[in-house]
Structure formats: structure tokens, C-alpha cells
């Protein structure tokens, strides 16, 4: 592989410590497992809807509330939902600092205006934050790649891509990206030290 003009980083599942899927499974009326819980939250209509950017916070909690059969007011779930994402995984932020000194690093993200304010739209962290409630378009979807390689401004085969869904990952590879399935900052870390991408860390 040559050298990369630009990475580009999932958020949640690869920097981002992201307790959604426990903390939904805790409200649920019925126990659920973490994977099916998962897997219906990638399909739910309400989460989709705020995650393109189509639905408003209030109008997005009455929606999943009722979808998801929650016993709580829409304004104690936007408290909880808000709280989901803890924090930048330990030892992210110094690897993008890294990378940053050698390639332009960016953000991918299947996001919502809640989650992205929390963090200040990532400002600071990254040379390019795209995130699918801005750009009107959610990974896997063809949309969401076209409308990254347009804003990044260069060919797919320039970028390495890394995300924690293995659809993702394959969507980016049929652009022509080369991308990496990994789970967590310690496997994203792994990677990058196997591809020669970080060094000294």
C-alpha cells in the first residue's frame, strides 16, 4: 500500500467509548441481548431518521419512545441518551495528535446533532469531521461514501478507512478505499502499527 493522503476514523466503537447499546438494554421492558439490540437499533426508522438529520431531538425521543416501548418522558430520555457516549477512548487522542504530524486525519461518522455537540463537532481533533446528520447521508449507503470522497476532495484509494461494522468496511472497500475492520482503540492501534501507519507510539 502506498503512503495514504488521508485517514479517516469511525467514531463510535473505534475512539469513542460508546455505552448505548448496555445502557438501552437496561430501559427495555424485556431483557435483550447486546447483539439483537444492536442489530435493531441499525434498523429502527426513529434512529435513522435523527441520524440523517431528518427529525428534531424532541420529535426524535417520541418516536423511539414509542418504537421502542420505553417507559420514560421524552425529556428524561434525551438526558440518558445524551450521557451515551462516555468519552475519546485513553490513548486516541495521542495517536491522532501522531498521525496528524504525517497525514490529514478525518472522521466518518453515523452521528446525531446530540452526540456531535457534546464532543464540539470534534473541532480540535480532526482536519475533516463528517458526520451522516450533516451530510444527510448514513454508512453503509452509497450516499454516505460519495458525499465524503466530495467533501475530502480526493480518490478513494488515497484514504484508509477503519470502522467497527464489517458493512461499513466492505462499502468502503467497493469505493475503492482501503479499509480496516476493527473493534476498539486497542485493535485500531494494532492496525495502524501492522500497516506502518503509527510509529514511535
Known amino acids: 500500500m502506498e503512503m495514504p493522503a488521508l485517514l479517516l476514523f469511525d467514531l463510535g466503537g473505534v475512539l469513542i467509548d460508546n455505552t448505548g447499546f448496555e ?13 439483537t439490540i444492536k442489530e435493531r437499533w441499525l434498523a429502527s426508522p426513529s434512529v ?18 414509542a418504537e421502542w416501548q420505553l417507559r420514560l418522558s421524552p425529556e428524561a430520555f434525551l438526558d440518558e441518551f445524551t450521557s451515551w457516549p462516555r468519552g475519546i477512548n485513553p490513548g486516541a487522542r495521542d495517536a491522532l495528535r501522531t498521525l496528524r504530524q504525517r497525514y490529514r486525519v478525518g472522521c466518518l461518522s453515523n452521528t446525531n446533532a446530540l452526540h456531535w ?43 484508509c478507512f477503519f470502522d ?28 495502524l502499527r501492522g500497516e506502518g501507519l503509527l510509529v514511535g507510539q
Open 48 to 65: 435513522r431518521r435523527f441520524e440523517l438529520g431528518w427529525a428534531e431531538p424532541g420529535e426524535f425521543a417520541l418516536e423511539f419512545i
Open 23 to 35: 445502557r438501552l438494554g437496561s430501559l427495555l421492558p424485556a431483557p435483550t441481548d447486546a447483539p
Open 117 to 159: 455537540q457534546r464532543f464540539g463537532g470534534f473541532a480540535d481533533d480532526f482536519d475533516i469531521a463528517l458526520a451522516s446528520h450533516r451530510l444527510g447521508a448514513l454508512k453503509p449507503d452509497a450516499a454516505a461514501f460519495e458525499h465524503a470522497l466530495a467533501a475530502c476532495g480526493m480518490p478513494a484509494a488515497a484514504i
Open 164 to 191: 467497527d461494522s464489517a458493512a461499513n468496511v466492505h462499502a468502503a472497500r467497493r469505493f475503492g478505499m482501503h479499509a480496516f475492520h476493527v473493534e476498539g482503540t486497542a485493535a485500531l492501534l494494532d492496525v
